[in-house]
């Protein structure tokens, strides 16, 4: 397995103002990570990528992206060895949260990272995911697998913690993947135009990302929904739809006057059927000739 390097940094999106509306987002945060206990210690690199890795990361955005994109992928392995059963979505979810900032600065104070005294969580973040990408340009190919079996006994405890979590939710994200299909279905029976879905991000990348989703049904914008994903931000917008969306589109009496036509329909094809076809005539049959 190799892991090759990005030659430049990662493309830069506009940053909408986008204001975090309730999703799950945060599900992960109601277990302290300090009360869960790891396996802390650090792997062994050599005094000269120290010295690029730990001097200055937040002025290295290259170095930083790349450990993010690592840590993806390292935890993507760890998830598909651990539950191997589990769907797509509720992988997702859980390689959002574990490779968070939250999880990520967590992880950078507790193998001691040199962090700045006035670092915040985002500076600790990303400086062990500049070690991470340090460890990568370390070492060789031959050796990347001790490195798996690190990442992978000291994020172990923090994945079974999480996954306990996202198991008693309930999985809040796949319970919201109704709302969509519901309504397109609410469009195409008020013989509506369907639903169309504009997206937004607020520029950000991993763990902090949010993306807004607006519900537009023919000019008019009639619901918005904010998550860290798109397919989520588009469930809670439908969500929010279905909620401020009248339940009936037709009047009342149109109603009524609809299901007395059908009545009258039914009625009529009841009397035919009584009734039966008619006789049909016979043909004439030709006569025989006389030898």
């Given at each position: 397995m190799?892991?090759?390097?990005?030659?430049?940094?990662?493309?830069?999106?506009?940053?909408?103002?986008?204001?975090?509306?309730?999703?799950s987002?945060?599900?992960?945060?109601?277990?302290?990570?300090?009360?869960?206990?790891?396996?802390?210690?650090?792997?062994?690199?050599?005094?000269?990528?120290?010295g690029?890795?730990?001097?200055?990361?937040?002025?290295?955005?290259?170095?930083?992206?790349?450990?993010?994109?690592?840590?993806?992928?390292?935890?993507?392995q760890?998830?598909?060895a651990?539950?191997?059963?589990?769907?797509?979505?509720?992988?997702?979810?859980?390689?959002?949260a574990?490779?968070?900032?939250?999880?990520?600065?967590?992880?950078?104070?507790?193998?001691?990272?040199?962090?700045?005294?006035?670092?915040?969580?985002?500076?600790?973040?990303?400086?062990?995911?500049?070690?991470?990408?340090?460890?990568?340009?370390?070492?060789?190919?031959?050796?990347?697998?001790?490195?798996?079996?690190?990442?992978?006994?000291?994020?172990?405890?923090?994945?079974?913690?999480?996954?306990?979590?996202?198991?008693?939710?309930?999985a809040?994200?796949?319970?919201?993947?109704t709302?969509?299909?519901?309504?397109?279905?609410?469009?195409?029976?008020?013989?509506?135009?369907?639903?169309?879905?504009?997206?937004?991000?607020?520029?950000?990348?991993?763990?902090?990302?949010?993306?807004?989703?607006?519900v537009?049904?023919?000019?008019?914008t009639?619901?918005?929904?904010?998550?860290?994903?798109?397919a989520e931000?588009?469930?809670?917008?439908?969500?929010?739809?279905?909620?401020?969306?009248?339940?009936?589109?037709?009047?009342?009496?149109?109603?009524?006057?609809?299901?007395?036509?059908?009545?009258?329909?039914?009625?009529?094809a009841?009397?035919?059927?009584?009734?039966?076809p008619?006789?049909?005539?016979?043909?004439?049959?030709?006569?025989?000739?006389?030898?």
């Amino acid at each position: 397995m190799s892991f090759i390097l990005p030659t430049g940094p990662p493309p830069q999106a506009p940053v909408p103002v986008i204001v975090p509306a309730t999703s799950s987002k945060l599900w992960y945060t109601v277990a302290p990570l300090s009360a869960i206990p790891l396996q802390v210690s650090r792997y062994p690199m050599s005094s000269l990528m120290e010295g690029i890795v730990f001097s200055v990361p937040q002025q290295n955005p290259l170095l930083t992206w790349s450990g993010h994109g690592l840590a993806m992928m390292l935890c993507s392995q760890q998830i598909a060895a651990m539950f191997p059963g589990l769907s797509t979505v509720a992988a997702t979810d859980l390689r959002t949260a574990l490779t968070s900032k939250h999880v990520h600065s967590h992880l950078s104070n507790a193998l001691g990272l040199p962090v700045p005294s006035d670092g915040n969580e985002k500076v600790c973040a990303d400086l062990f995911e500049a070690y991470l990408a340090g460890i990568s340009q370390d070492i060789t190919l031959a050796n990347f697998q001790d490195l798996y079996n690190w990442y992978y006994a000291l994020l172990a405890p923090i994945v079974t913690t999480y996954f306990s979590i996202y198991s008693q939710q309930g999985a809040p994200r796949q319970a919201l993947a109704t709302y969509t299909s519901r309504l397109m279905e609410y469009a195409a029976k008020n013989k509506l135009e369907s639903p169309q879905f504009r997206y937004e991000s607020n520029g950000k990348q991993g763990g902090d990302i949010l993306w807004a989703c607006e519900v537009i049904l023919g000019e008019n914008t009639v619901a918005r929904g904010v998550a860290t994903s798109k397919a989520e931000a588009k469930h809670q917008a439908s969500m929010q739809a279905l909620n401020v969306l009248p339940k009936t589109r037709d009047d009342p009496r149109t109603q009524e006057q609809r299901r007395a036509r059908k009545q009258l329909y039914r009625e009529r094809a009841k009397m035919s059927k009584s009734v039966g076809p008619e006789a049909a005539p016979t043909a004439p049959q030709p006569k025989s000739e006389q030898p």
